[in-house]
């Protein structure tokens, strides 16, 4: 198994910050541009990587993230095209974490051992399926986490005790804690029990806990990142994309748009501690 | 009857229907599902629940529906006795009511207080505004944009009846992205809300236990249908969508041998047109959606297609994960009915037997149409007649021309 994650996540802690772990659409809002606001995002600050793998029917996703994946669909992003972005990534950067995050079905129909290989081969680090919860481990997880891909399970507010015993028990790389029963895209409200459920599941496990959904801003970095290893944006850095785009086309600002933003969120962590 | 190499014991105990099924749900869900099942096991163990369930069956929604001798139908095919199994009569309008009272029932011993549905014609959607309607609860349908105008009169009965109905616009605005958006609901309102699904469908235990509330319909054709012929009849025939009414009627003679069995599929403008059908069994293959793996409408990179179907009931690029097991299986044959050939059959019963059968029932008619002068004058065909075609009268009006 690639040690990218757990290195990365120990750098950050012996810096005395949290990761800053950033999510963008594969081929949002063309092939082109995606690759270069990839390449260049750890130049600002990101410590991992989440990469988006388009679906036609997102049921977890926000009304922001559903449309980066169709812009991304409409341009003929396919499962192939996303392994090829993570490709030409890797040979340029060798330590960044990439976790692949979507839905089964694509994954399903590329055939699950042709797509570990092709992953591995691409320098994917790990897997984030929202739709296979640990009752459908035997699908991917297991076949993930023996071939060397870390599976990154969701945990949420509904994740009692006795369910974070399941959940945790496949799970490898990091552990993602849903900040809020919801989809992405909804408002954060109550950020101190936030830090009550990180330190819950800290108690169950050793791995680094990110925590994601609803932050937007520096400040919202810096307040989950006081007591979370690291911080999921994703719904922000689409919009920031979004908000960019000419006649729904990328402009000139597009990539300066959504790297400013990585840079703000940079700031965030750097200070969650201090 | 659970003998060893019966059809009729799926799902097992992790909700497969062989390959099919399964709890393909986020996290934030699977607390829930788990919650529901137990529930659920628990109801139907439970006489009182078995015996308030019944009650409304038989003085809200009028059970048993009739089974009826479709007399001027079979002379004009001029083959095999048709009869009808009559949901259409049931109150609301269709076999929905059947599921709807079973699961609000659930849904209140759970202690939930707030309803969601998705609909595609309306009828589930106007089935469950109705249970809410009749237990005091809140209701929020989605319903497909696309399906807010073409069947409008449903729209406004849903609304007649409390519930909130909110307009889908993502993708072509029909009953997936209805479903789509539910979920939404659901993962976000998880502490009190109640998803109540309207078809066999969706993670385990939605599959098995909307066959078990429509298994009603089975049923009971099994004990008319001995009154009436004193035997079993040679062929039943159902439309699918997601396969709720298809699969009640079907499940009590999966182990019938004799008894064919046949699913009538939305063939839309026909299998050779790129997206322009939903018939997930004839014409997809088996991937993961709405929580369960089945037979989908998707192209080579395992995205979801559209379809199209001219019937809102139908229009679903999935199908029931039990269905796709039968399929597999080769015990129910699957068979695509084009736009055309519903249209045709909705007519043909209108005129001949004075019924104006839903757009959704008028392709398994279609089928009948086509069977029957195949058979002998001395067999038998019943039709799952699972919804009135009142809410199709506009949809049949602009296909035909006519201005309403």
Not at chain 2, 23 to 32: I, S
Not at chain 2, 344 to 349: K, R, V, Y
Request: glycine fraction near 12%; charge should be negative.
């Amino acid at each position: 198994m690639s040690n990218r994650i757990a290195n990365r996540f120990r750098k950050c802690a012996d810096e005395g910050r949290p990761a800053l772990v950033t999510y963008i659409m594969a081929g949002d809002p063309d092939l082109k541009t995606s690759q270069k606001i990839l390449d260049g995002m750890v130049e600002q600050g990101a410590d991992v990587i989440e990469l988006g793998i388009p679906f036609s029917d997102p049921m977890a996703d926000g009304p922001t993230i559903q449309l980066a994946g169709q812009r991304a669909l409409n341009g003929g992003q396919t499962l192939h095209k996303t392994l090829a972005m993570v490709e030409a990534f890797r040979k340029r950067d060798g330590d960044t974490p990439i976790i692949l995050m979507g839905y089964y079905n694509p994954i399903y129909i590329y055939g699950v051992d042709r797509f570990l290989d092709d992953a591995l081969v691409a320098g994917v680090d790990g897997l984030i399926v929202v739709d296979l919860p640990a009752e459908e481990d035997a699908e991917l997880c297991i076949p993930a986490i023996g071939k060397g891909i870390s599976f990154i399970r969701l945990t949420t507010p509904t994740t009692d005790d006795k369910r974070l015993e399941t959940v945790l028990k496949n799970t490898s790389g990091f552990v993602y804690y849903v900040s809020m029963t919801g989809i992405t895209g909804a408002a954060l409200t109550n950020t101190k029990a936030v830090g009550d459920a990180v330190r819950r599941i800290k108690s169950h496990t050793d791995l680094p806990i990110a925590v994601g959904f609803g932050i937007k801003t520096a400040d919202d970095a810096a307040t989950i990142g006081r007591d979370a290893d690291g911080v999921v944006v994703g719904t922000a850095l689409v919009r920031a994309i979004e908000n960019s785009l000419e006649d729904g086309k990328a402009s000139a600002y597009t990539i300066a748009a959504i790297h400013g933003l990585v840079r703000d969120l940079a700031e965030g962590v750097e200070r969650a501690r201090k | 009857m659970n003998v060893a190499n019966s059809l009729r014991n799926g799902p097992d105990e992790t909700g497969h229907f062989g390959l099919y099924g399964g709890r393909f749900v986020a996290e934030t869900l699977m607390p829930l599902i788990l919650d529901l099942e137990q529930a659920y096991e628990a109801a139907r163990n439970d006489p009182e629940y078995a015996a308030e369930l019944g009650a409304l069956n038989t003085h809200y929604t009028g059970r048993p529906s009739p089974l009826y001798f479709a007399e001027r139908l079979t002379e004009h095919l001029g083959g095999a006795k048709i009869y009808f199994k009559r949901e259409e009569l049931n109150h609301t309008g269709s076999h929905k009511i059947n599921n709807c009272l079973g699961q609000i029932l659930l849904a209140r011993r759970m202690g939930k207080t707030r309803i969601i549905a998705e609909t595609g014609a309306g009828q589930h959607g106007v089935a469950t505004a109705t249970v809410c309607a009749r237990f005091g609860l809140p209701c929020v349908v989605y319903m497909g944009a696309t399906d807010v105008e073409r069947q409008a009169p449903n729209v406004f009965r849903m609304k007649l009846l409390g519930a909130e109905v909110v307009p889908v616009t993502a993708g072509a605005g029909t009953l997936k992205d209805a479903m789509n958006e539910a979920l939404r609901d659901w993962v976000t309102n998880v502490e009190n809300t109640y998803y109540l699904i309207g078809t066999a469908a969706g993670p385990h235990p939605y599959p098995a236990m909307v066959r078990d509330f429509q298994s009603i319909i089975g049923t009971e054709l099994r004990e008319q249908f001995a009154e009436a012929e004193g035997k079993l009849p040679d062929a039943i025939v159902a439309c699918v969508g997601g396969g709720s009414n298809a699969i009640g009627i079907f499940h009590a003679f999966l182990d019938d041998p004799d008894v064919a069995i046949y699913g009538a599929e939305a063939g839309g403008y026909g299998l050779d047109v790129e997206d322009g059908h939903c018939a997930s069994m004839s014409g997809g293959r088996p991937g993961v959606l709405h929580g369960n793996r089945t037979y989908l409408l998707q192209n080579e990179d395992g995205q979801i297609l559209e379809g199209h179907s001219i019937s809102a009931g139908l229009d679903y690029p999935g199908v029931g994960p039990e269905h796709s097991f039968l399929k597999d299986s080769g015990r129910v044959t699957y068979v695509p009915i084009t736009d055309n050939e519903a249209l045709e059959a909705f007519q043909i019963c209108t005129r001949l037997e004075g019924i104006i059968p839903a757009l959704e029932s008028a392709h398994g008619l279609a089928q009948v149409m086509k069977l029957a002068p195949t058979m002998g004058k001395d067999q038998t065909i019943v039709l799952s007649l699972s919804g009135r075609g009142d809410k199709d009268v506009n949809t049949v009006a602009k296909h035909l021309g006519v201005e309403v």
